[in-house]
């Protein structure tokens, strides 16, 4: 059972520089042991739902919407966004909020952010915890939105996806193409086209990130969060997500000391299961749990149970490790 939602200690706006301030929210114990949470996308937001897979009573929860995202400013904002800005984001809260150590965490997207992170910064980083591994790399793109990937499982939904894409009938369907004609929708005059387009792009992942359908997760109402999701997806997607290909396994020798919880869905259509399995394959100190009857989203019973023992047995842990 999760625990009980509980209200932020403090919420505010930091100044990042750029012309960009990012919100973050902090709960639990003032003076717990730091953990930071990683929201998915590029182009999700925070919850409170994230805060309920951490022990009030232990963690100093620390949560944050990254660039043009959720409640930070400017909203939907593509200048000076890019994967190395939110990197620089992340280590920016630590500087603020006087972290030494933390458990870093995240799900999918936030997945990316912080394996790069705990790359550049081994030092500040005592555990992970990763639920939904997401690479970045070219062959997982090509998974998602490519027609020999995800769409071999879910035709009917990729047709939708595609059509509204509005693609040359000769024209070879590949990732950076539909996200470049998503892009140019998503950022035309026309406020209809814009909101059609979110509305499609969304409803694919959203539609391919359970294992049982759920209604609600179609067509969903919120057409902000909709474009904030669909606008940086496509801004990050067609730039290789500003990282280099590989980035992440070739360079796991700098992770080897950081121990690390890696949870993944069985029927994980959005990212594959097989990138977490290399992931872990590549990590000694790691340990990956398969979970059984899930696919990608944090919301299914399986996914949620498993993150949250996770995150009491790091807990325990770090109380028999630290001084």
């Known amino acids: 059972m999760l625990y009980p939602d509980i209200q932020p200690n403090q919420t505010y706006q930091l100044d990042v520089g750029d012309g960009h301030s990012i919100y973050i929210e902090e709960s639990g114990n003032p003076t717990g042991y730091p953990v930071v949470y990683c929201h998915g996308g590029p182009g999700g937001s925070t919850s409170g739902f994230f805060r309920r897979f951490f022990d009030p009573n232990y963690y100093r929860i620390v949560l944050f919407d990254q660039r043009g995202c959720g409640q930070s400013t400017p909203s939907l904002s593509l200048t000076n966004n890019t994967t190395a800005h939110l990197l620089a984001d992340i280590e920016h809260i630590r500087k603020h909020l006087s972290i030494k150590k933390m458990v870093l965490a995240g799900g999918s997207w936030g997945t990316t952010l912080a394996l790069l992170y705990a790359q550049q910064y081994p030092q500040h980083v005592s555990a992970m915890l990763l639920r939904g591994i997401f690479l970045a790399r070219e062959q997982d793109l090509k998974w998602l939105y490519e027609p020999d990937g995800a769409a ?4 009917d939904y990729y047709q939708e996806f595609i059509r509204a894409a509005n693609l040359a009938d000769d024209e070879p369907i590949t990732h ?10 998503l950022t035309s005059s026309n406020q209809f086209s814009q909101i059609a387009a979110a509305k499609h792009w969304c409803n694919w992942e959203n539609r391919i990130s359970v294992l049982h359908h759920l209604e609600s997760r179609e067509n969903v109402d919120d057409m902000h969060a909709n474009k904030t999701m669909a606008l940086m997806e496509c801004h ?19 992770l080897q000391n950081i121990p690390a919880t890696i949870i993944h869905g069985r029927y994980d259509a959005v990212c594959d299961v097989s990138q977490a399995w290399q992931l872990a394959e590549k990590w000694q100190n790691s340990r990956l749990y398969i979970v059984p009857n899930s696919g990608h989203s944090l919301g299914e019973p399986f996914m949620a149970e498993a993150f949250l023992n996770a995150a009491n047995k790091i807990a325990r842990f770090l109380q028999e490790n630290t001084n």
């Open 152 to 155: 071999r499982l879910f035709p």
């Open 176 to 185: 950076q193409q539909l996200a470049a004609s998503y892009l140019a929708q």
């Open 236 to 254: 990050y997607f067609t730039q290789a997500s500003f990282i280099e290909e590989n980035q992440i396994l070739q360079n796991m020798d700098k």
